[in-house]
């Protein structure tokens, strides 16, 4: 039985004569008397309601986090930190703490304490910045009470001098009560060092893995744009752009969750920028990291049909990646294809606001995909092989339309410019990127000597394009009569060298395979028949030791056996040589190799040999743990037995006694090995061309059983290790030689990352 | 009556001076080589009609054609698998298997090495036969001994311990009773290739309750190549400690357990071996036998113990434990003693020369070694 009408009515004026009026009595009686009104009724909101506002709207926790960034951003913060307490099992806290423009005591009422507000709608930029609030459904303050049972509300405005904090026990919010009756104490605290809101939620529903707090954070890097649009905006209220870190903080340990889309631009091929400066004049560039001095710089010509001048201040930067297992080591080859697969695609930024659906998975408004399907290139070009952006300024909005659906813009002359300068420099970069690459040799898994179908073919592309673009009919594509305008001398010139150009490193290639089929078959045939020998020999000795161990007297006979015994034992250390030469190159796995391994295993091959041609073999090798990038086993061997083989040569030129030097440390992110001799040493000028293919000084008759002349001379050695080394990411110089020596080559690869080095590899 | 084994081998021609370099014209040792047969039926009949004491078996059979021009398709691990199983059944009597190769071998036995168990030995030819024909010479004659002993004291009172030459109770009851446990279990019931497979895989090519003299210097602290009164030391013991069951011609070990025995009535009686510097351990041997003439080793670098206690297994060199890192062994048992790898070796990569990893329990040491 309700209280009567006249009841309230005097228990409501006693408490408005009261002192100190308590708020939450008379909210409740003033509505309980509403309630009584005969000929109206209204609704009431159960206190329960923030419990499906909170728990049940926001399902996700990650959602619930983004909820609360948001909030910061629209609040023109420039940082949010979220720092996760003691989160491993329920009840921890969560800090969230931005730099924003803080809250008044009215904008806290107006805004934080209503529900539903339309401050969205009718203020849809922030403050400051001008930035469209993320925030949209008003609901993102409940998510604290997703995350946890207590929140503490701290703001601080840029003039006050004091600061405001709210205590919000969300448990307090219990079925059958008022919404509006439950108060939450509001204190006035001293000015806080920094302006702008925490909100302390504490007494946390669940509990937080490390791993699940990454997902959150990787889900909210996911909703900011990842590139640093600053470059890019040229307004006098400039955005300085929107940071969020993730902490997580155990018995007073603060450790940073780190952000994975640093790790991913790592990978890249290349970083693409092109730009359009207010004279209209465009520029592109390219740098590869990958690559070393590797940076293309230039003015990008107008064409025919496009011109640049609408496209002022535009500008664009792109990572370029090419899926492939050599290019992304093992460990990130997943994380890097799936982030692709998710977030692959060039955006579209209009005044530094994304407009979509540019860059989305399904779109491809640069028809990159179209391109890659027709082949109109050949290296891999498809959106997902991007990551990027492009910013275009256009303050009037005169010369990008939006469409009416607000969704996209017209395609308008300008749109198809901005196009063309787009897709023209993309084009032209990862052209240069596959003729790099071409040269590094590093093509699939297995070790392909350099082909020349795509740097040849991107060159023709090249001329083709150009002689396309002479020959299209200027002024009227309609105009029936096609005929080739004339061709400046110039450019004929261009075309005649270029063509020529084409076909002798075609006629060089040609030349260079013809010797390696050579060699290779050369090789299966020694193969086959050092076992064999092996065999043969074996009896042979066996005989022979039985022989020489009868007559061992001193006589004629006796010192002819010892010379039989001198050769045949040489004989015995060609063939394991070859033999284990053969198997070293017969075991076709990647894997970490110990550069100590490595030497161990090549002293071991080489042994015999450097036995017989009295070779000392000195090793000074610096620091463990010395592992290379995976590489094969067998390329290494290569690279040492072509090193040993001239090494042999020019010690036996100088007629020294022969010294080699194996030394081997780190250097930075790499592992070096240098190979030097006391043989004649490489004169000055020829040290550029010995890696060239054929390039050889040659003069001995063959030092191993073969004395063709032309094999022992082919010039091909170097030009193999450099190619082996190159694509390893290697590099190969010859170097200042240490005293006592003649010639050094240096070899430097990248060593192991710690997750490759596999567990037996101690 | 001479040892007689069966050779078959696909290169017959070039495989007799081997056979010769291995006999050296001794006369407890004989040959017969024939080249495989390649139906296994015909090669069982060959086999049977050779009374052979032991097999020596090429793992390649078929690279060359044999004596009827027929190619023959089944490799060594073929045969000798059919050997075995007829050698249980006993329609072979039981008689060491040993294969020999050039080198194919060590390639597939990397990828498998489970047809390992199915010989005694493993010969390369071109290293040990062509370095070592002596003592290849001497171990097919100990292991064809080896055979015969084992089926003589296979159904005899408590054969394990009659094939290892000792009797349980008194001094040898401080053996772990775990050690051939399986065995001494329905003896009766395993092949005589069990018995020697646990014999000489377990007991006498590992160091363990018997130990080589390379060990056997290293506990004693003495450096055996300087000392010329070594070989009379070892005389000395040999007597109560040597070993002398089944395959003891060829390996000879001791008993570490009575070696201890000795070194305790040494007087006066010293403290634990283990205890003292190599220099210590000379000494008191030095007055208690009387042999002048032993040498005290040095460790390997100047800053490791002399408490030595095992060798390093690539430098074989005496070595403190405390001074190496335990290798890697695949299986092994709880009364074996862990084979160890020097510092340095580990640290230099040189084990991996020798196909040796470190236990994965010391993988932590390593790399805090390393940071030092």
């Given at each position: 039985?309700?209280?009567?009408?006249?009841?309230?009515?005097?228990?409501?004026?006693?408490?408005?004569?009261?002192?100190?009026?308590?708020?939450?009595?008379?909210?409740?009686?003033?509505?309980?008397?509403?309630?009584?009104d005969?000929?109206?009724?209204?609704?009431?909101?159960?206190?329960?309601?923030?419990n499906?506002?909170?728990?049940?709207?926001?399902a996700?926790?990650e959602t619930?986090?983004?909820?609360?960034?948001?909030?910061?951003?629209?609040?023109?913060?420039?940082?949010?930190?979220?720092?996760?307490?003691?989160?491993?099992?329920p009840?921890?806290?969560?800090?969230?703490?931005?730099?924003?423009?803080?809250?008044?005591?009215?904008?806290?009422?107006?805004?934080?304490?209503?529900?539903?507000?339309?401050?969205k709608?009718t203020?849809p930029?922030?403050?400051?910045?001008?930035?469209?609030?993320?925030?949209?459904?008003?609901i993102?303050?409940?998510?604290?009470?997703?995350?946890?049972?207590?929140?503490?509300?701290?703001?601080?405005?840029?003039?006050?001098?004091?600061?405001?904090?709210?205590?919000?026990?969300w448990?307090?919010?219990?079925?059958?009560?008022?919404?509006?009756?439950?108060?939450?104490?509001?204190?006035?605290i001293?000015?806080?060092?920094?302006?702008?809101?925490?909100?302390?939620?504490?007494?946390?529903?669940?509990?937080?893995?490390?791993?699940?707090?990454?997902?959150?954070?990787?889900?909210?890097?996911?909703?900011?744009?990842?590139?640093?649009?600053?470059k890019?905006?040229?307004?006098?209220?400039?955005?300085?752009?929107?940071k969020?870190?993730?902490?997580?903080?155990?018995?007073?340990?603060?450790?940073?969750?780190?952000?994975?889309?640093?790790?991913?631009?790592?990978?890249?091929?290349?970083?693409?920028?092109?730009?359009?400066d207010?004279?209209?004049?465009a520029?592109?560039?390219?740098?590869?990291?990958?690559y070393?001095?590797?940076?293309?710089?230039?003015?990008?010509?107008?064409?025919?049909?496009?011109?640049w001048?609408?496209?002022?201040?535009?500008?664009?930067?792109?990572?370029?990646?090419?899926?492939?297992?050599v290019?992304?080591?093992?460990?990130?080859?997943?994380?890097?294809?799936?982030?692709?697969k998710?977030?692959g695609?060039?955006?579209?930024?209009?005044?530094?606001?994304?407009?979509?659906?540019?860059?989305?998975?399904?779109?491809?408004?640069?028809?990159?995909?179209?391109?890659?399907?027709?082949?109109?290139?050949?290296?891999?070009?498809?959106?997902?092989?991007?990551?990027?952006?492009?910013?275009v300024?256009?303050?009037?909005?005169?010369?990008?339309?939006?469409?009416?659906?607000?969704?996209?813009?017209?395609?308008?002359?300008?749109?198809?410019?901005?196009?063309?300068?787009?897709?023209?420099?993309?084009?032209?970069?990862?052209l240069?990127?596959?003729?790099?690459?071409?040269?590094k040799?590093?093509?699939?898994?297995?070790?392909?000597?350099?082909?020349?179908?795509?740097?040849?073919?991107?060159?023709?592309?090249?001329?083709?394009?150009?002689?396309?673009?002479?020959?299209?009919?200027?002024?009227e594509?309609?105009?029936?009569?096609?005929?080739?305008?004339?061709?400046?001398?110039?450019?004929?010139?261009?075309?005649?060298?270029?063509?020529?150009?084409?076909?002798?490193?075609?006629?060089?290639?040609?030349?260079?395979?013809?010797?390696?089929?050579?060699?290779?078959?050369?090789?299966?045939?020694?193969?086959?028949?050092?076992?064999?020998?092996?065999?043969?020999?074996?009896?042979?000795?066996?005989?022979?030791?039985?022989?020489?161990?009868?007559?061992?007297?001193?006589?004629?006979?006796?010192?002819?056996?010892?010379?039989?015994?001198?050769?045949?034992?040489?004989?015995?250390?060609?063939?394991?040589y070859?033999?284990?030469?053969?198997?070293?190159?017969?075991?076709?796995?990647?894997?970490?190799?110990?550069?100590?391994?490595?030497?161990?295993?090549?002293?071991?091959?080489?042994?015999?040999?450097?036995?017989?041609?009295?070779?000392?073999?000195?090793?000074?090798?610096?620091?463990?743990?010395?592992?290379?990038?995976?590489m094969?086993?067998?390329?290494?061997?290569?690279?040492?037995?072509?090193?040993?083989?001239?090494?042999?040569?020019?010690?036996?030129?100088a007629?020294?006694?022969?010294?080699?030097?194996?030394?081997?440390?780190?250097?930075?992110?790499?592992?070096?090995?240098?190979?030097?001799?006391?043989?004649?040493?490489?004169?000055?000028?020829?040290?550029?061309?010995?890696?060239?293919?054929?390039?050889?000084?040659?003069?001995m008759?063959g030092?191993f059983?073969?004395?063709s002349?032309?094999?022992?001379?082919?010039?091909?050695?170097?030009?193999?290790?450099?190619?082996?080394?190159?694509?390893?990411q290697?590099?190969?110089?010859i170097?200042?030689?240490?005293?006592g020596?003649?010639?050094?080559?240096?070899?430097?690869?990248?060593?192991?990352?710690?997750?490759?080095?596999p567990?037996?590899?101690? | 009556m001479?040892?007689?084994?069966?050779?078959?081998?696909d290169?017959?021609?070039?495989?007799l001076?081997?056979?010769?370099?291995?006999?050296?014209?001794?006369?407890?040792?004989?040959?017969?080589?024939?080249?495989?047969?390649?139906?296994?039926?015909?090669?069982?009949?060959?086999i049977?009609?050779?009374?052979?004491?032991?097999?020596?078996?090429?793992?390649?059979?078929?690279?060359?054609?044999?004596?009827?021009?027929e190619?023959?398709?089944h490799?060594?691990?073929?045969l000798?698998?059919?050997?075995?199983?007829?050698m249980?059944?006993?329609?072979?009597?039981?008689s060491?298997?040993?294969?020999?190769?050039?080198?194919?071998?060590?390639?597939?036995?990397?990828?498998?090495?489970?047809?390992?168990?199915?010989y005694?030995?493993?010969?390369?030819?071109?290293?040990?036969?062509?370095?070592?024909?002596?003592?290849?010479?001497?171990?097919?004659?100990?292991?064809?001994?080896?055979?015969?002993?084992?089926?003589?004291?296979?159904?005899?009172p408590?054969?394990?311990?009659?094939?290892?030459?000792?009797?349980?109770?008194?001094?040898?009851?401080?053996?772990?009773?775990?050690?051939?446990?399986?065995?001494?279990?329905?003896?009766?019931?395993h092949?005589?290739?069990?018995?020697?497979q646990?014999?000489?895989?377990?007991?006498?090519?590992?160091?363990?309750?018997?130990?080589?003299?390379?060990?056997?210097?290293?506990?004693?602290?003495?450096?055996?190549?300087q000392?010329?009164?070594?070989?009379?030391?070892?005389?000395?013991?040999?007597?109560?400690?040597?070993?002398?069951?089944?395959?003891?011609?060829?390996w000879?070990?001791?008993?570490?357990?009575?070696?201890e025995?000795?070194?305790k009535?040494c007087?006066?009686?010293?403290?634990?071996?283990?205890?003292?510097?190599?220099?210590?351990?000379?000494?008191?041997?030095?007055?208690?036998?009387?042999?002048?003439?032993?040498?005290?080793?040095?460790?390997?670098?100047?800053?490791?113990?002399?408490?030595f206690?095992?060798?390093?297994?690539?430098?074989?060199?005496?070595?403190?434990?405390?001074?190496?890192?335990?290798?890697?062994?695949?299986?092994?048992?709880?009364?074996?003693?862990?084979?160890?790898?020097?510092?340095?070796?580990?640290?230099?990569?040189?084990?991996?020369?020798?196909?040796?990893?470190?236990?994965?329990?010391?993988?932590?040491?390593?790399?805090?070694?390393?940071?030092?």
């Amino acid at each position: 039985m309700p209280a009567s009408q006249e009841s309230i009515k005097k228990r409501i004026s006693e408490l408005l004569a009261s002192d100190s009026i308590d708020g939450e009595q008379l909210l409740s009686l003033t509505s309980e008397l509403a309630q009584q009104d005969d000929k109206n009724v209204r609704f009431t909101i159960d206190a329960s309601h923030i419990n499906r506002l909170g728990l049940e709207l926001v399902a996700k926790q990650e959602t619930a986090v983004a909820e609360l960034i948001k909030n910061g951003y629209d609040a023109d913060a420039t940082v949010v930190d979220l720092i996760f307490k003691n989160v491993d099992v329920p009840g921890g806290s969560l800090e969230v703490w931005d730099n924003g423009n803080g809250m008044t005591r009215q904008e806290l009422i107006d805004g934080f304490m209503r529900i539903s507000t339309s401050d969205k709608i009718t203020n849809p930029y922030s403050k400051k910045f001008k930035r469209k609030r993320a925030g949209q459904k008003g609901i993102g303050r409940f998510a604290t009470q997703r995350l946890g049972r207590e929140l503490i509300l701290t703001t601080q405005t840029i003039d006050d001098n004091f600061a405001l904090r709210i205590h919000f026990n969300w448990d307090d919010f219990t079925a059958k009560r008022e919404l509006i009756t439950i108060s939450n104490t509001i204190e006035v605290i001293e000015r806080q060092p920094k302006h702008g809101t925490t909100l302390l939620i504490n007494n946390m529903r669940d509990a937080w893995s490390d791993a699940q707090i990454k997902r959150a954070f990787r889900y909210i890097s996911s909703l900011l744009n990842p590139f640093d649009l600053e470059k890019v905006k040229n307004k006098p209220e400039k955005d300085p752009g929107f940071k969020t870190s993730f902490y997580s903080e155990k018995d007073n340990d603060l450790k940073k969750i780190t952000d994975e889309t640093e790790e991913i631009f790592r990978h890249a091929l290349g970083i693409i920028e092109g730009s359009v400066d207010q004279e209209g004049k465009a520029y592109w560039s390219l740098v590869s990291s990958r690559y070393k001095e590797f940076t293309i710089n230039k003015e990008l010509e107008v064409d025919s049909n496009h011109s640049w001048a609408h496209l002022a201040g535009t500008k664009f930067q792109v990572y370029y990646f090419i899926l492939d297992t050599v290019l992304i080591p093992k460990g990130y080859f997943s994380l890097v294809r799936e982030y692709l697969k998710t977030f692959g695609g060039i955006r579209l930024y209009r005044n530094g606001f994304r407009v979509h659906p540019y860059g989305e998975p399904f779109d491809d408004w640069l028809r990159l995909d179209k391109s890659s399907a027709l082949r109109k290139i050949l290296p891999p070009h498809r959106n997902e092989n991007f990551l990027g952006f492009v910013s275009v300024n256009d303050d009037q909005g005169t010369v990008f339309q939006e469409t009416s659906s607000r969704e996209g813009l017209i395609e308008n002359k300008a749109f198809e410019d901005l196009r063309a300068f787009v897709y023209e420099i993309i084009s032209r970069s990862v052209l240069v990127i596959a003729a790099h690459r071409q040269k590094k040799g590093s093509g699939t898994k297995d070790y392909r000597p350099p082909q020349p179908a795509i740097s040849l073919f991107a060159k023709a592309q090249e001329l083709v394009s150009k002689l396309d673009e002479k020959a299209r009919p200027k002024e009227e594509p309609s105009n029936a009569t096609w005929e080739i305008p004339s061709v400046d001398s110039n450019f004929e010139e261009d075309l005649r060298r270029g063509i020529l150009e084409l076909g002798q490193a075609g006629q060089d290639l040609l030349e260079e395979i013809g010797m390696l089929r050579v060699l290779a078959s050369l090789g299966l045939t020694i193969g086959e028949f050092t076992h064999e020998i092996r065999h043969s020999l074996l009896s042979l000795l066996a005989d022979f030791n039985q022989l020489s161990s009868i007559s061992d007297d001193g006589s004629p006979e006796s010192s002819i056996l010892k010379n039989i015994d001198y050769n045949l034992k040489a004989i015995q250390a060609y063939a394991q040589y070859f033999d284990r030469a053969i198997q070293n190159n017969a075991q076709r796995k990647l894997e970490v190799l110990e550069l100590r391994d490595i030497i161990n295993n090549f002293e071991l091959m080489a042994g015999p040999l450097l036995i017989k041609e009295q070779i000392e073999l000195i090793k000074d090798i610096q620091g463990y743990d010395l592992f290379t990038r995976p590489m094969h086993n067998s390329e290494w061997a290569s690279i040492l037995l072509n090193l040993l083989t001239n090494s042999v040569k020019a010690i036996k030129r100088a007629q020294v006694q022969g010294k080699v030097l194996l030394r081997a440390g780190f250097v930075a992110d790499n592992v070096f090995l240098e190979f030097s001799d006391n043989g004649t040493g490489i004169p000055p000028e020829h040290v550029d061309k010995v890696f060239d293919a054929f390039f050889t000084t040659s003069a001995m008759p063959g030092l191993f059983a073969t004395d063709s002349e032309e094999l022992v001379g082919t010039g091909l050695g170097l030009k193999i290790v450099k190619d082996i080394v190159e694509s390893s990411q290697g590099e190969i110089s010859i170097v200042h030689p240490p005293p006592g020596y003649k010639t050094c080559f240096r070899i430097e690869v990248p060593k192991a990352l710690e997750e490759e080095i596999p567990e037996d590899a101690y | 009556m001479p040892i007689k084994y069966l050779c078959i081998d696909d290169d017959k021609e070039s495989v007799l001076p081997l056979l010769d370099a291995i006999k050296n014209g001794s006369d407890d040792l004989e040959f017969e080589c024939q080249k495989p047969k390649s139906e296994i039926r015909d090669q069982i009949t060959s086999i049977k009609a050779s009374s052979s004491n032991g097999y020596i078996i090429d793992f390649r059979l078929d690279k060359n054609k044999n004596d009827e021009n027929e190619i023959v398709y089944h490799r060594g691990h073929t045969l000798a698998q059919e050997l075995r199983t007829r050698m249980a059944e006993r329609s072979i009597s039981s008689s060491p298997i040993v294969l020999w190769t050039v080198d194919d071998f060590q390639q597939s036995s990397k990828k498998d090495d489970t047809s390992r168990d199915l010989y005694d030995r493993v010969y390369i030819k071109d290293k040990d036969i062509l370095n070592n024909p002596q003592v290849v010479k001497n171990e097919l004659v100990s292991l064809a001994q080896g055979y015969i002993s084992i089926k003589e004291k296979k159904n005899g009172p408590d054969p394990f311990f009659s094939m290892l030459g000792i009797s349980v109770g008194e001094d040898d009851a401080s053996l772990d009773p775990r050690m051939g446990e399986s065995l001494r279990t329905q003896g009766r019931l395993h092949s005589c290739h069990k018995y020697a497979q646990y014999i000489l895989k377990n007991l006498v090519l590992v160091a363990g309750p018997l130990v080589d003299d390379r060990i056997l210097a290293a506990r004693f602290g003495i450096d055996k190549s300087q000392s010329e009164d070594w070989r009379k030391l070892l005389d000395k013991i040999s007597t109560e400690s040597k070993y002398n069951g089944v395959f003891c011609e060829a390996w000879p070990r001791w008993w570490m357990h009575r070696v201890e025995n000795w070194w305790k009535s040494c007087k006066p009686s010293p403290p634990p071996l283990r205890r003292l510097t190599a220099e210590e351990r000379v000494d008191i041997i030095k007055k208690s036998t009387k042999l002048t003439k032993l040498v005290a080793a040095i460790p390997y670098k100047r800053n490791y113990s002399s408490r030595f206690w095992t060798i390093c297994q690539v430098y074989e060199c005496p070595l403190d434990p405390i001074d190496g890192f335990m290798a890697f062994s695949p299986n092994p048992l709880p009364w074996q003693d862990t084979p160890y790898l020097s510092m340095h070796s580990v640290l230099e990569r040189e084990h991996k020369k020798k196909n040796f990893s470190i236990n994965p329990l010391e993988r932590q040491r390593l790399k805090s070694l390393k940071r030092i």
